[in-house]
């Protein structure tokens, strides 16, 4: 996962973004990313040799905790032989995931599918002896779940990859051998292409472009590769800028991203892939709170499991897994589809609007204390309703005044048999698209 950029990323990033942007028409963009836009929740896998347990993912062999040979060692535990993609995938639909995305390859070289490209695969390198991604794929897509892949553009083990060690020399520089680096760029584009002309992606997931400039990867060469026989593919910004859409990790934006369409990744433990030993693991609520955090501002949550080298999941992420889809399909229409709710001034809760924009839902993390107050809504309230349920909220609405452009304050009583045991989600129905007042208040001059 992203650590760090670099001086040369960032410029490379801010020079990519409206390069691309320019040469697409946004009506094409905008049809491609509305199944992304409408998705709201997926289900990211870290799955590999580092599934043993006993380290991270690939990073042990960029900070010298291990050498390359014992981190590759690894495989040897690598056998599957737990592995249920059916399962998986039956998984990913209950929690209300629309799309999931899966490590087909990571930072170590590790192929996850049979890949005629390298030496280093699930299929040649493991007890595994199998290709691992075509039947999740086919699982995957029975369930109608989109299907992402994750990939790295970095390799750090193979010989033609310049960089291996954080604090070492690299093993040679690409501008005094073009001729090795671009034998390890066709590498890349080799894979790429057995991935997308196998199993035809909705998603690809980049990652690893930090060390590089976009001109160096040629990122706009690997893009228009891939969309060449998949031109609805999305595509993550971690392509040097290349992308259609943001990928904060660990942490859910205090403000909504500068990106149209957006995602944050998040680990439901402090760990990617299956660590032996971390059981500090998020509460349901604590995840479904930034569930609705992401919601609220527009975007996507990836949340991310990580199953043992064995294919077994953990009780620990099986059991969010099944909370999430028991909230999600009692709130179903309060998350798909929705857009980015109204200023957090308004109402002390995470809010979201439907698309015509005259539902406001309002999600409630607590248990209110008497009411909730809603203010500076200048659009009348027609009902309020508790979603999930068949039940109504009563509200009042005080100091509606005439003679000032302020509007009145609502106060919503919340049935306390309405309430959800999680987080409970209002929809207040507007006789119009929602208008607000956002000024600081009015001193009277005149009544009558």
């Known amino acids: 996962m992203r650590i760090i950029k670099t001086a040369v990323a960032l410029a490379a990033l801010a020079i990519a973004i409206p390069a691309i942007q320019a040469q697409e028409n946004p009506e094409q963009k905008a049809q491609r990313m509305e199944w992304f836009a409408h998705a709201k929740l997926g289900i990211f896998i870290h799955w590999g040799i580092y599934s043993k347990g006993d380290d991270s993912e690939s990073w042990p062999i960029f900070n010298a905790r291990m050498t390359v040979d014992d981190y590759m060692k690894q ?7 737990k592995y249920d993609p059916a399962e998986w995938a039956k998984l990913i639909k209950e929690s209300g995931a629309r799309y999931t995305v899966i490590t087909t390859k990571h930072h170590d070289g590790f192929a996850l599918w049979d890949t005629r490209a390298g030496d280093v695969s699930a299929v040649k390198s493991s007890p595994a002896k199998r290709d691992l991604i075509a039947p999740f794929a086919e699982a995957v897509r029975n369930e109608g779940i989109k299907l992402g892949f994750y990939y790295s553009l970095i390799d750090w083990p193979r010989y033609d990859y310049p960089n ?14 073009p001729e090795r680096w671009q034998h390890f760029l066709d590498f890349n584009s080799a894979q790429l292409r057995e991935l997308d002309r196998q199993w035809h992606p909705d998603l690809y997931w980049f990652d690893g472009d930090w060390e590089f400039s976009a001109e160096q990867w040629k990122a706009a060469d690997i893009v228009a590769m891939l969309r060449e026989n998949n031109p609805q593919v999305v595509i993550n910004s971690r392509i040097q800028g290349y992308g259609d859409y943001d990928t904060p990790e660990l942490g859910i934006p205090v403000v909504k991203p500068q990106y149209k369409w957006w995602e944050t990744c998040m680990t439901m433990n402090d760990s990617w892939g299956f660590r032996i030993g971390d059981d500090d693991y998020k509460s349901p609520m604590t995840l479904l709170r930034m569930f609705v955090d992401c919601i609220a501002h527009g975007g996507n949550l990836l949340l991310d499991i990580g199953p043992r080298a064995d294919g077994s999941i953990p009780d620990e992420e099986k059991a969010i897994l099944k909370e999430f889809g028991r909230w999600t399909s009692k709130h179903a229409e309060a998350i798909y589809g929705t857009r980015a709710g109204i200023p957090a001034d308004h109402v002390a809760a ?3 609007l439907n698309e015509a924009g005259d539902i406001l839902y309002i999600y409630l993390p607590y248990r209110p204390n008497e009411s909730v107050e809603l203010k500076g809504l200048k659009s009348r309230v027609n009902n309020i309703r508790v979603v999930g349920t068949d039940r109504n909220a009563d509200w009042k609405l005080y100091n509606d005044i005439s003679w000032s452009e302020v509007p009145g304050v609502y106060y919503i009583e919340v049935p306390e048999e309405a ?20 000024g600081s208040g009015q001193i009277i001059s005149i009544n009558e």
């Open 164 to 177: 291996v060690l954080r604090s070492g020399p690299a093993r040679y520089d690409i501008e005094k051998e």
């Open 350 to 352: 995470y809010t979201s």
């Open 419 to 438: 309430l959800d045991e999680r987080i409970t989600v209002l929809a207040v129905e507007l006789d119009e698209p929602v208008r607000l007042y956002r």
């Open 75 to 81: 495989a040897e535990c690598f056998t599957a032989d």
